[in-house]
């Protein structure tokens, strides 16, 4: 397994301002995955995040909106740009262990957009 | 594209009631199904991977079984704290080592 941790934990920002979310892992890990869980909903992968190559993200998810750090094999940063009311969710980011391709989640980071 | 169901959405029972929770899935090559438990405001906790037909995996009052189309999550006599969201996941070669989740079933286990 791993232990992951998330800052900040919670977050009220307002509409227009962006917010860096941060994901660090006890372990070098080679993938990295970010995910949004919209209030009362279940989890969307946004993008995936490798070291040493550009974050690769899901359709309906821009670079340019949810800019992604993967400077080495323990952390990554999701920025959450130009805030509106309809980011409000929670993010998560997840590492794969092992060879059977498990993933294991933060968290979590709460977003309450004004 | 990966699509996956999870029915009931909610679930409510009495401590010691057993019951089952479903989840249907259609996937181009499985490589592996997951099931995470999720307690209010955090984030995902792993419970168990299936990776082939007729597999059956078993944590406490938990067991996860998996068919061609489906897969089950069976709670044999519940206690309040068995008490959560719990979400299935399948992971296919054609998303590469992309997680679809479904919708998630609310379990509220009452004393």
């Known amino acids: 397994s791993a232990v992951i941790s998330q800052k900040p934990s919670r977050d009220i920002c307002q509409r227009g301002t962006s917010l860096t979310i941060q994901c660090q892992v006890d372990?070098?890990?080679?993938?990295m995955f970010w995910y949004r869980q919209q209030p009362g909903q279940s989890l969307t992968l946004i993008a995936t995040?490798?070291?040493?190559?550009?974050?690769?993200?899901e359709s309906g998810f821009v670079i340019d909106k949810f800019p992604i750090s993967r400077p080495n094999l323990t952390f990554s940063t999701l920025t959450v740009s130009n805030m509106s009311p309809e980011d409000s969710s929670i993010y998560l980011c997840?590492?794969?262990?092992?060879?059977?391709?498990?993933?294991?989640f933060g968290p979590g980071t709460r977003l309450t957009v004004l | 594209e990966d699509q996956v169901t999870q029915s009931p959405e909610a679930l409510r029972l009495q401590e010691g009631e057993s019951s089952s929770l479903n989840c249907s899935y259609t996937?181009?090559?499985?490589?592996?199904l997951f099931w995470y438990r999720q307690d209010p405001g955090k984030g995902p906790e792993f419970l168990f991977t299936?990776?082939?037909a007729g597999e059956e995996k078993e944590k406490e009052r938990l067991k996860a079984t998996l068919t061609k189309k489906e897969s089950f999550l069976h709670i044999t006599a519940p206690k309040p704290e068995d008490s959560a969201t719990y979400l299935c996941?399948?992971?296919?070669?054609?998303?590469?080592?992309?997680?679809?989740f479904g919708g998630g079933t609310r379990v509220l286990v009452k004393p």
């Open positions: 996941a399948v992971q296919g070669p054609a998303a590469g080592n992309k997680l679809t």
């Open positions: 996937v181009s090559g499985l490589r592996g």
């Open positions: 995040a490798n070291q040493g190559s550009e974050a690769t993200y």
């Open positions: 372990s070098q890990v080679t993938m």
């Open positions: 299936l990776y082939s």
């Open positions: 997840s590492v794969e262990v092992g060879s059977r391709h498990t993933q294991y």
